[in-house]
């Protein structure tokens, strides 16, 4: 069975918030950290993996996107806070 990720990367504790979706993690991941996709993350520094969720339905991994990318900043705090307390690269787990 195929998984889909929604995930959240920060350039820093409080910095800038990236949300994405994809049905590799540790790849999508590693792409960001090292500038290898031209746009927002690689612009912002945006490389620290914060929060992320697995799907087993691509729908609901989308919709899941959709929802946190309307949330407000506070919101989006909230969720990272309440599952990585610490800020900690939950990158650092998955490689």
Known sequence: MKSYYVYILASKRNGTLYIGI???????????K?????????????????????????????????????????WKLALIEENNPAWKDLYEDLA
């Open 34 to 74: 090292n500038d290898l996709i031209n746009g927002f993350s690689k612009r912002y520094h945006v490389h620290t993996l914060v929060y992320y969720q697995r799907f087993d339905d691509v729908k609901s991994a989308i919709q899941h996107e959709k929802r946190l990318k309307k949330w407000n900043r506070k």
């Open 22 to 32: 994809t049905n590799s993690l540790i790849r999508r991941v590693y792409e960001h």
